[in-house]
């Protein structure tokens, strides 16, 4: 999902410095709820678990340069299932800028459009499972069409992201490269939902054995 060099530039770039912003601004906020929920220091460390798990998605998983972008096997749902959305956002954020300083330079000048890109689909996904997820529910117990729906969400407004940059950028010629930038991508959301699932068994494996600092309230509590 990164945005390539040249994509965005000039003055158009700008924009991508509000959407970031907006974007940053509302992950904080996700993460004070986090903080009155199980305090800083349990905010602290899923955020640190979600930036090695951000960075290992992109270094680590296979990653397809295909169109306008990159497909990036980024699991965004299953890190909100386990960590929550505040330390997600924390840590999409800081795998993305590790990543960038220390391997890809050339991505830092796009890092606010990538950011973007990160971001507002998982708050997008976070108000879904607001919806779609009855409050008696534990993450632990979702049936595979609401973590399908919730990987749909993210991974959706990811290629939205991506397309509206590259169209921003580029103007009608970026059509076609997005779609099968778009297309190539509907191998994550076939597989996300199973990584979902499968992290959520072993999750559920572990119930009364995780420390609660570690994890979401919501993957074990009904409420």
């Not at 009364?208 to 509590?221: E, F, N, Q």
Request: net charge neutral.
């Amino acid at each position: 999902m990164h945005i390539e060099p040249g994509l965005v530039d000039g003055a158009k770039i700008s924009l991508s410095y509000a959407t970031a912003a907006a974007a940053g601004a509302t992950g904080l906020w996700y993460a004070r709820h986090a903080i009155m929920e199980r305090g800083t220091v349990s905010l602290a460390i899923r955020s640190v678990l979600a930036a090695v798990l951000t960075f290992f998605f992109f270094e680590v998983l296979p990653t397809f340069p295909v169109g306008v972008s990159e497909v990036h096997f980024i699991l965004g749902s299953t890190l909100f299932l386990i960590l929550g959305a505040g330390p997600s956002a924390i840590g999409l954020v800081l795998g993305l800028l590790i990543q960038g300083m220390f391997f890809s330079p050339s991505d830092l000048p796009q890092f606010a459009m990538n950011m973007t890109t990160l971001l507002v689909p998982l708050f997008a996904l976070t108000a879904m499972a607001r919806r779609i997820i009855a409050p008696n529910t534990a993450y632990v117990d979702l049936k595979y069409s609401q973590v399908l729906a919730l990987s749909a969400c993210y991974q959706g407004g990811v290629v939205a992201w991506v397309a509206f940059w590259a169209i921003y950028g580029m103007g009608t010629e970026a059509l076609a490269p997005v779609g099968t930038f778009a297309f190539a991508y509907m191998a994550v959301i076939i597989l996300e939902p199973l990584a979902d699932l499968a992290v959520l068994a072993g999750a559920k494996a572990l119930r009364g054995k995780t420390p609660p600092a570690l994890v979401t309230p919501r993957l074990y509590s009904a409420s």
